[in-house]
């Protein structure tokens, strides 16, 4: 069975940082792209940022371009995302997310983060 | 950069009855990469339609996807009342490389 469990969330200054991360398991991991996808309260999804699946390729969605770096370590079935000068407006649900084909059938059950002070 | 708008924003249908969303892009889209999903409060998405017309694993049939360009749609044939939640259309390639529309909620 596919999961994937986020962690590190939490309530974090404005201009503080945070490293979440993503445990995979029930799939070769390091044969699949990942995505992270974030969700404000009450709000709709919006894309983070991507990473093939041997780390060739990143992207990043603009809104956190510079402020967020995604890597991820095959050898432990992990994805990260460290997140530098948030802002009120990173305040969401993050979602990890593995990819195929340009469209994700496995998601974790997400992680909250707060930045508030 | 590619925008995605869903509509109408909120349907108001009742159980039985037929559902029909749409989502339209700034520009075109491959249909290989419009996908669609349906998000319960407090979980995460789940994937209805990839590649625009194909149902991912587990999807009941009552639920299609069609169109190409810029014009997809996503039909529920039957509504049951699990079916009363938010839905949201994704595409994959274009400037950014992941974009998802607003989302039309189904409201009973």
């Known amino acids: 069975e596919v999961q994937l469990v986020e962690s590190g969330g939490g309530l974090v200054q404005p201009g503080g940082s945070l490293r979440l991360s993503c445990a995979a398991s029930?799939?070769?991991?390091?044969?699949?792209?990942m995505n992270w996808v974030r969700q404000a309260p009450g709000k709709g999804l919006e894309w983070v940022s991507f990473?093939?699946?041997?780390?060739?390729?990143?992207y990043y969605a603009d809104s956190v371009k510079g402020r967020f770096t995604i890597s991820r370590d095959n050898a432990k079935n992990s994805l990260y995302l460290q997140m530098n000068s948030l802002r009120a407006e990173d305040t969401a649900v993050y979602y990890c997310?593995?990819?195929?084909?340009?469209?994700?059938?496995?998601w974790g059950q997400g992680t909250l983060v707060t930045v508030s002070s | 950069e590619i925008v995605l708008t869903q509509s109408p924003g909120t349907l108001s249908l009742s159980p039985g009855e037929r559902a029909t969303l749409s989502c339209r892009a700034s520009?075109?889209?491959?249909?290989?990469?419009l996908a669609w999903y349906q998000q319960k409060p407090g979980q995460a998405p789940r994937l209805l339609i990839y590649?625009?017309?194909s149902r991912a694993t587990g999807i009941p049939d009552r639920f299609s996807g069609s169109g190409s360009g810029t014009d997809f749609t996503l039909t529920i044939s039957r509504l049951e009342p699990e079916d009363f939640i938010v839905y949201y259309c994704?595409?994959?390639?274009?400037?950014?490389?992941?974009?998802f529309g607003p989302g039309t909620k189904v409201d009973i």
């Open positions: 994704q595409q994959y390639g274009s400037s950014p490389l992941f974009t």
């Open positions: 029930g799939f070769t991991f390091s044969s699949y792209s």
């Open positions: 990473i093939s699946s041997i780390s060739s390729t990143i």
């Open positions: 997310a593995v990819v195929v084909g340009g469209y994700s059938d496995y």
């Open positions: 590649g625009a017309s």
């Open positions: 520009q075109s889209v491959s249909s290989s990469y």
